[in-house]
């Protein structure tokens, strides 16, 4: 795919952009390299001024840099409204925590006594120039979410955003240059695929986060692996959301919805797998069915709007090959299965919001990720198998539970395999709460103190009177 805007609703092509070079790609890195050596040494006050300032620039900018994204990647304005207000607060959050949770650590005397040392401490430095390599879905958010931390440890950063939101990609670099930051600080490479291996070997280039696809996911860890070279990775999720008969159902099925169709349904974070207990099984289907056909489906940029189109053409036919597979496969379809109709729908890449049952372990949707407004539903007969259903998944992002038994929540936060468990909540990000996942939904953890040390040195300081 070239980088291009291309409006999802419509499928026009608005705008193409040239790639960097090698000479600019080169050019960028060695700027990133030389504003690291000065950049490193920043008081923690000086840079929480400046996070605060690009914090400040995109509230002001908000509403423009919104449409943007809607119109990259199809979200629902509201969302990229919310999108771009949640990252001014984590900039925020860093730059008034970063210094606590990068405070030298100090063990107990007695602890260390036998090393032979009169002290010892713990120092976190940064580390370099860092390459991101960022999804479409979340456009703002899952580069500042690592940029916030990065920055206000004294890291700088090299970003590869997805080829079909050039405009946001371009904003970002700027956005962190009109606040102040020196000269490399942050830039924004214009460059496919293809190429990152190559800025990723740089001697220049420390470490690499990703955010992206298993694949995707995949080769940047080999190639950081050959160089020995520091990574994060958060790929896909199948996330299951458990409802147990102690659960408020009314409650449980509207967040149900939501989690289901945040984002159109592309989020690795959605809720994808319903695995509801055959005493409200019924009650739960019926009603999550009915809230699931009852959404709006239309132009993003339309206030009224719940779900826009999938961001791309390719993305809607990965989501419908899943959909038919199950369907062939013996899978019933409770709502939706298929494109919308009516004028100004049919040249969008549109899904109509979906509900399947019948599912087995014989339908590609079992075990792959539905990255689209896709739900599947799961009776089962107990606690113990709703854990077993809820981890027979290659992946292990997040879950939510639903429940108002103490024993049934101690049961799942001992045992699904996942980075979370959100109780009586759908799942969120929250820049004072790690996030990540395990299997094949990758490794590390961004956001909270564990994410801004990820990229930091933990140097031990050893001293003898």
Partial sequence: MGIATVNPATGETLRTYEAHGPEEVERRIAAAHEAFRQYRTTPFAERARLMRAAATLLDEDGD???????????????????????????????????????????????????????????????????LAVMPWNFPLWQVIRFAAPALMAGNT??????????????YLGDLFRRAGYPDGCFQTLLIGSRDVEAVLRDPRVVAATLTGSENAGRAVAA??????????????????????????????????????????????IAAKRFI???????????????????????????????VGPLATEQGRADLEELVDD???????????????EGEGLRRGWYYRPTVLTGITPAMRIHQEETFGPVATVYPVRDIEEAVTVA???????????????????????????????????????????PFGGIKRSGYGRELSGHGIREFCNATTVWQRA
């Avoid at 001014?88 to 925590?97: E, F, G, I, L, P």
């Avoid at 299951?240 to 939501?258: E, L």
């Avoid at 019926?286 to 959404?295: D, G």
């Avoid at 980075?419 to 820049?431: I, K, L, Q, R, Y």
Wanted: aromatic residues 6%; negative net charge.
């Fill in 391 to 433: 981890n027979d998944s290659p992946f292990g992002l997040s879950s939510n539970v639903w429940t108002r038994k103490e024993e049934d929540i101690a049961f799942f936060v001992r045992d699904l395999e996942a980075g979370g468990v959100f109780v009586n909540g759908m799942t969120a990000s929250h820049p004072a709460l």
């Fill in 276 to 306: 509801v207990h055959h005493d409200v099984y019924d009650d739960f289907a019926e009603r999550f069915t009915a809230a699931m056909n009852a959404l709006t489906v239309g132009d993003p940029l339309d206030e009224s709007t719940d």
């Fill in 64 to 130: 423009d840099i919104a449409r943007t994204m809607t119109v990259e990647m199809g979200k629902p304005i509201a969302a990229s409204r919310a999108e771009a207000a949640k990252c001014a607060k984590a900039m925020r959050w860093y730059a008034h925590n970063a210094e606590r949770l990068l405070a030298d650590e100090h063990p107990a005397e007695s602890d260390v006594q036998d090393s032979g040392a009169d002290l010892a401490r713990v120092h976190y430095r940064p580390l370099g120039p860092v």
């Fill in 223 to 268: 190639v950081a692996g050959d160089e020995v070279k520091k990574t994060v990775l958060e790929l896909g999720g199948s996330d299951p959301y458990i409802v147990m008969p102690s659960a408020d159902i009314v409650r449980a099925v509207k967040t149900a919805v939501t989690a289901r169709v945040q984002n159109n349904g592309q989020s690795c």
């Fill in 326 to 340: 199950a369907v062939r496969r013996g899978a019933t379809v409770l709502c939706g299965g298929g494109r919308p």
């Fill in 157 to 170: 950063g090299l970003l590869k955003h997805a080829s079909n939101v050039p405009r946001t990609a371009l």
